[in-house]
């Protein structure tokens, strides 16, 4: 019911900036809750930033003063500014919302991931 398009990764060299973007359509009564997760090769996938509707953040300690979230309601996107990235932070970021939907009569709330874009950070 909801599909989430990322975009805006890339290549890039330590010490510069992506701005990530996740677009998301389809069939929802709301998109609650949305955030950004990173896979890092070998590695589990973890958290990297979330916004609520009511605007607070939430950001892993790695990236706090680096990264920043924001979203635009009207447009159901959400984006992460990175600036001073780092090698490590080279992964695939993934976008998630947790919107309400009706499959059938009944509202249910669910969780939707993106399918991922590619960020490299060369040192």
């Known amino acids: 019911q909801v599909q989430l398009v990322e975009s805006g990764g890339g290549l890039v060299q330590a010490g510069g900036s992506l701005r990530l973007s996740c677009a998301a359509s389809g069939s929802f009564f709301s998109i609650n809750g949305m955030g950004w997760y990173r896979q890092a090769p070998g590695k589990q996938r973890e958290l990297v930033a979330t916004?609520?509707?009511?605007?607070?953040?939430n950001y892993a300690d790695s990236v706090k003063g680096r990264f920043t979230i924001s979203r635009d309601n009207a447009k159901n996107t959400v984006y992460l500014q990175m600036n001073s990235l780092k090698p490590e932070d080279t992964g695939v970021y993934y976008c998630n919302c947790n919107a309400d939907v009706y499959p059938g009569l009944l509202r249910r709330r669910y969780d939707y991931w993106g399918q991922g874009t590619q960020v490299i950070v060369s040192s």
């Open positions: 916004l609520t509707t009511d605007s607070n953040t």
